[in-house]
């Protein structure tokens, strides 16, 4: 009796077993044939969530993305690597006074990586050497339109446009050297060599405009004096009585003689006001700076003073870092506008 039992207690369960296996096959079956959008809003997910379709590219896709991801990337570093390669080459032949070797070398760079900035300004400075002022004009306004900060760029466009009389235009661009070099480095070696060339290229604009001045001023002198002494003439002609009642001319001739003096005071070189002028150099401010003491030096002869000599003001002896220098704005306006009408006061001894 126990065994009969226990025989059909396992007939009883393997029949519900192929009975559950046959529901979960239909319900398989029936769910295959809906579409899965359908399958997953009855589920509340997006189609996108679908674990077995998402993130799943095709062979052709991973190797689209593969490839755009590492292929330029590593082809643009070697040729930046390699290009960087030749500016150093570049600039050992430059220092060996090779420069054709060195142009060479930079014109590859180039072409290797054209939107390099300092490449360009490289190879100009090689042209300079060479007086190729017209390869140097080239080179540097490409390397401004891609750096329009690039000080080298501005400083040597300016010497090219010197040397093609563009006065006005070559000034200019030394002007924006120098406000560029001056942030980027105040006492930089290339800050005085670029206040140089300007300096020497406004006393040059200055000569320029004062001949022209001075010629066209002695002209118009010589007009009224001839003037002057055609109405004398004239008026001792149609006079009645004596020579001597007619009014000599000599004293409006010293007048005229004063007013065209008084026109050309500007242009003729005196002292420079001492205010203007830095306490240590005596020279004419070009970037002024002043202390907490309220003593105004130029910026980079401060500089060195507090590097090289202490940290304290020459002139109060008061102790004093650079921290605490500031611009003088007052006075360099003053400097400038001093300049605008003495523009012999550029002149370098």
Known sequence: MPTRLIEEDRNRLMHSHDKTLQEVENSTRKNSDIPENERLQKLHLPPSSNPLTRHRPSPETRHHQTSSKMGPKAGVSAAEKQAEKLRQDGNSYFKKDKLGAAIDAYTEAIVLCPNVPVYRTNRALCHRKRNEWTRVEEDCRRAIELDPNSVKAHYMLGLALLQKQELSEGIK?????????????????????????????????????????????????????????????????????????????????????????????????????????????????????????????????????????????????????????????????????????????????
């Open 173 to 349: 661009e030394l002007d924006k050297a120098l406000d560029l070099g001056r942030g980027a480095d105040p006492k930089g070696y290339m800050v005085e060599e670029i206040w140089l060339e300007l300096a020497k290229a406004k006393y040059l604009r200055w000569e320029h405009e004062s001949s022209e001045r001075t010629w066209d001023l002695l002209s118009l002198k010589e007009a009224c004096v001839m003037a002057l002494q055609e109405k004398h003439a004239k008026d001792i002609s149609e006079m009645d009585g004596p020579i001597g009642t007619v009014e000599p001319n000599s004293n409006q001739i010293a007048a005229l003689n004063h007013v065209f003096a008084k026109a050309t005071e500007d242009d003729r070189p005196a002292e420079v006001p001492d205010y203007l002028c830095c306490k240590i150099t005596l020279d004419i401010f070009r970037d002024p700076v002043i202390t907490p003491s309220g003593v105004t030096y130029e910026r980079a002869v401060i500089l060195e003073h507090l590097l090289k000599v202490g940290k304290f003001d020459p002139v109060t002896q008061a102790p004093l870092d650079a921290s605490q220098l500031i611009p003088n704005l007052a006075i360099k306006a003053a400097v400038q506008a001093y300049l605008a009408k003495h523009g012999w006061a550029y002149r370098l001894d």
